[in-house]
């Protein structure tokens, strides 16, 4: 399969594509980013308490945009949902985001007035600036050196990053772009053009969002799948055998208990950085 670019379809693209549309189908805001938790995990585990964090992700976002910043670049701006979000708020926003599915749907959502740009970060060139470049969990999916050289030349008040760092232990992916803080650190160092003014570990309020996550598939997600195939196999013996050969492995894995409140906790920090300009 490829986009109409003629590039390759990758599996982490049509991800993003089937989360926008449930983000866009079950909460009505499309927001692609986790959850913000300050107060630790929800007394009830559910779709809606996940929504409402999405929402004081934003909130939490918003609240670390300097005084003063008045047009923002969105870099990996998903479904436009922050974008709109921002406008809302009275900020000059601009999109960019190398994926059309969810510049379509950006496009829908916001106001004419706010462009929508489809390319990577990397290959952003334009003669426009803005007071601030902000990436919404979109950050670790940008090539470092590059990410950094870009917001030097089009953030004139620097850059909001909030997103997740690859932990020292764990090793890369192969060709990713997951850094880890030190990687991100010592590159911002080895450029000089940029300091880091604010930097936070918020992977604690985080990681309520796997926590729910976790339950929505364990306690009512995979019981669902694991009753159907049995009634299935009772009404149906001969068929069912069948269907059990031909999916039967892709549904174990399916219905495999998820654990990645712990496993996100290890591989990875969640970090909300604001870099200035030197
Ligand atoms: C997890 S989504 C976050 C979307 C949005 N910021 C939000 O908070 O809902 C990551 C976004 O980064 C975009 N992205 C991926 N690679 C990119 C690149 N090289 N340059 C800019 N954006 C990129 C994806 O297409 C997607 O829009």
Redesign the pocket.
């Known amino acids: 399969m490829h986009r109409g670019s003629g590039r390759p379809v990758k599996l982490k693209?049509t991800r993003?594509d089937v989360e926008a549309l449930l983000s866009e189908v079950v909460f009505g805001h499309?927001?692609?980013?986790y959850g913000y938790w300050p107060k630790g995990r929800p007394d009830t585990p559910s779709a809606e308490v996940l929504g409402r964090a999405q929402q004081a992700y934003f909130d939490r976002l918003a609240a670390a945009i300097p005084a003063g910043a008045k047009s923002i670049l969105?870099?990996?701006?998903?479904?436009g949902?922050?974008a709109m979000a921002l406008t809302r708020l009275g900020y000059r926003v601009q999109c960019?985001?190398?994926?059309e599915q969810?510049n379509q749907i950006a496009r829908r959502k916001l106001p004419a007035t706010v462009p929508v740009h489809t390319l990577?970060?990397?290959d952003f060139d334009s003669a426009e600036r803005f007071d601030l470049c902000l990436f919404?969990?979109?950050f670790h999916?940008?090539e470092l050196a590059a990410a950094l050289r870009q917001i030097t030349r089009y953030g004139r008040d620097g850059a909001i990053i909030f997103d997740y760092f690859r932990r020292a232990a764990q090793a890369a992916d192969s060709g990713g772009t997951r850094g880890t803080h030190a990687d991100f650190l010592a590159e911002v160092e080895r450029q000089g053009a940029l300091r880091v003014a604010v930097d936070e570990d918020l992977t604690e309020a985080i990681l309520p969002t796997f926590y729910v996550l976790d339950h929505l598939k364990n306690a009512h997600f995979s019981p669902f799948v694991q009753r159907l195939r049995a009634e299935y196999r009772a009404a149906n013996p001969v068929k069912a055998f069948f269907a059990e050969r031909l999916l039967g492995r892709f549904l174990d894995r399916l219905v495999r208990p998820a654990r990645r409140e712990q496993s996100f906790a290890q591989r990875y920090e969640y970090r909300l950085i604001r870099l200035a300009p030197r």
């Open positions: 693209e993003l499309g927001f692609l980013h969105d870099v990996g701006s998903g479904t949902s922050n960019l985001c190398p994926s969810l990577r970060f990397e919404a969990e979109s999916y940008i």
